[in-house]
Antibody
Framework: EVQLVESGGGLVQPGGSLRLSCVASGFTVSDIYINWVRQAPGKGLEWVSV???????YYADSVQGRFILSRDNSKNTVYLQMNSLRGEDTAVYYC?????????????WGLGTTVTVSS | EIVLTQSPGTLSLSPGEGATLSCRASQSVSSNSLAWYQQKPGQAPRLLIY???SRATGIPDRFSGSGSGTDFTLTISRLEPEDFAVYSC??????????FGQGTKVEIK
């Protein structure tokens, strides 16, 4: 079964760090793009970052320099290292797959993991 | 960065009625790389439309997408009870920085 499962969310103080994981099954993460998309409480979706099959990673301006994507092909897992967290980073974080099958739209999504930044 | 503006913010309709949702881009979306997603409370988004007008696998034909350049539309021909949700557009043409619209809520009147 094709699926993505996120984990690693929790409560963290401002300025702290968290690492989110996105484990894929049913496909290989190095063959496609894996995105992170977040949704603040009561707000719309915000694209955060993407790692391409070749390993290149890109970030929204709002997280550039604070968030870092990495990938472990042996575990078929993508990680989002989040540093210098701020209140505005509070959100549900989803990982989602993009492939050329759907023109790089996001066709498979995880259930999300919640990050709360608060003192 | 391409900014996507969706309208209206909320659409109040009855089951059986049609719905027309708009997504306007601040600059032309390359290759019509525009998708629409449906999201229900507590759930992850679900891909409905990609490439501006192609339905994803398993999506009923009452959902259709159209448009090009800077103006895109999602049309739901006859609302079913399960269609009441939030709909978001997403552009993935301005690689590598992608953006979403703020969403349109379709609610029961």
């Amino acid at each position: 079964e094709v699926q993505l499962v996120e984990s690693g969310g929790g409560l963290v103080q401002p300025g702290g760090s968290l690492r989110l994981s996105c484990v894929a099954s049913g496909f290989t993460v190095s063959d496609i793009y894996i995105n992170w998309v977040r949704q603040a409480p009561g707000k719309g979706l915000e694209w955060v970052s993407v790692i391409h099959g070749g390993g290149d990673a890109y970030y929204a301006d709002s997280v550039q320099g604070r968030f870092i994507l990495s990938r472990d092909n042996s575990k078929n897992t993508v990680y989002l290292q989040m540093n210098s967290l701020r209140g505005e980073d509070t959100a549900v974080y989803y990982c989602a797959r993009s492939s050329n099958f759907y023109d790089y739209a996001m066709d498979v999504w995880g259930l999300g993991t919640t990050v709360t930044v608060s003192s | 960065e391409i900014v996507l503006t969706q309208s209206p913010g909320t659409l109040s309709l009855s089951p059986g009625e049609g719905a027309t949702l708009s997504c306007r881009a601040s600059q032309s979306v390359s290759s019509n790389s525009l998708a629409w997603y449906q999201q229900k409370p507590g759930q992850a988004p679900r891909l409905l439309i990609y490439g501006a007008s192609s339905r994803a696998t398993g999506i009923p034909d009452r959902f259709s997408g159209s448009g090009s350049g800077t103006d895109f539309t999602l049309t739901i021909s006859r609302l079913e009870p399960e269609d009441f949700a939030v709909y978001s557009c997403h552009q993935y043409g301005s690689s590598p920085l992608w953006t979403f619209g703020q969403g349109t809520k379709v609610e029961i009147k």
